[in-house]
């Protein structure tokens, strides 16, 4: 099986946690048989509050810049930059700058429990 999309065609959904947080799901888990695959944009002023996840992500960015905590780091991450966060980090996004920060999310396919600090 295959499949074909193109982004544009994919809604965005805001998502409740942070501010100016929205999610496209490009691959879903019935989609995919191993991953899915995410596109998250944080609009410029805007944030995703510091949370764990029970399942890794492996991220990569597309536009903007944010300050991205992970765990007791803090780090800038720019367009171009791989994250690797492995299950049970906590991690937060706070922008930078005028432009919206983007980046593909992909995840195992398996149940995820998410839990706000």
Do not use: W
């Amino acid at each position: 099986m295959y499949l074909h999309k193109e982004i544009n065609s994919i809604e965005a959904m805001p998502q409740s946690a942070g501010k100016g947080v929205s999610m496209k799901m490009l691959l879903s888990p019935d989609e995919s048989p191993n991953f899915a695959m995410r596109n998250f944009i944080i609009e410029a002023g805007g944030f995703m509050p510091l949370h764990t996840n029970t399942i890794e992500h492996e991220q990569y960015v597309l536009s903007g810049r944010a300050s991205v905590q992970l765990g007791d780091k803090h780090i800038e991450a720019k367009a171009g930059d791989i994250l690797l966060i492995p299950a049970g980090v906590s991690h937060s996004y706070k922008t930078i700058g005028d432009e919206a920060y983007s980046f593909l999310c992909l995840v195992p396919k398996a149940q995820d429990t998410i839990t706000l600090k």
